[in-house]
C-alpha cells in the first residue's frame, strides 16, 4: 500500500502563488507517473497537471503557464507550483501516483483564492 499526503493549500489572493506538495510512503518499490487533480464544488475532478517518472511533464489548457509540476524521486514527493492564482483555481487539490497497476489518491487540500 502507498500512503500520500498533501500539504501546502490555503487561502490566498488572486495573483499570488501557492506550492502544494504530496509525499508518498509505505511500500514504494517503483512510483510512475504522478498527478496533481483538483475538484471544484459541484464540478467533476480535473486534471491539473503530471509528470512521469522520468519528468516528463503534461498540463491542462487553464493552468499552462501559470504553474509547476515537479518531483524528488528520492523523497517520493511531488510539487505542483501555483503562480498567478484566479479565484477560478480555488478547488480542493488531490495527489495521485500510480504504481504497476494500482493508483493511490491522497486526502486532498484546500486551496481558496479570494479575488
Known amino acids: 500500500q502507498v500512503q500520500l499526503v498533501e500539504s501546502g493549500g490555503g487561502l490566498q489572493q488572486a495573483g499570488k502563488s501557492l506550492r502544494l506538495s504530496c509525499v508518498a510512503s509505505?511500500?514504494?518499490?517503483?512510483?510512475?507517473?504522478m498527478r496533481w487533480y483538483r475538484q471544484a464544488p459541484g464540478k467533476q475532478r480535473e486534471l491539473v497537471a503530471d509528470i512521469t517518472s522520468g519528468g516528463r511533464t503534461n498540463y491542462a489548457d487553464s493552468v499552462k503557464g501559470r504553474c509547476t509540476i515537479s518531483r524528488d524521486n528520492a523523497k517520493n514527493t511531488v510539487y505542483l507550483q501555483m503562480n498567478s492564482l484566479k479565484p477560478e483555481d480555488t478547488a480542493v487539490y488531490y495527489c495521485?501516483?500510480?504504481?504497476?497497476?494500482?493508483?493511490?489518491w491522497g486526502q486532498g487540500t484546500q486551496v481558496t483564492v479570494s479575488s
Open positions: 509505505g511500500t514504494i518499490v517503483s512510483i510512475g507517473t
Open positions: 495521485n501516483a500510480q504504481q504497476y497497476l494500482t493508483n493511490y
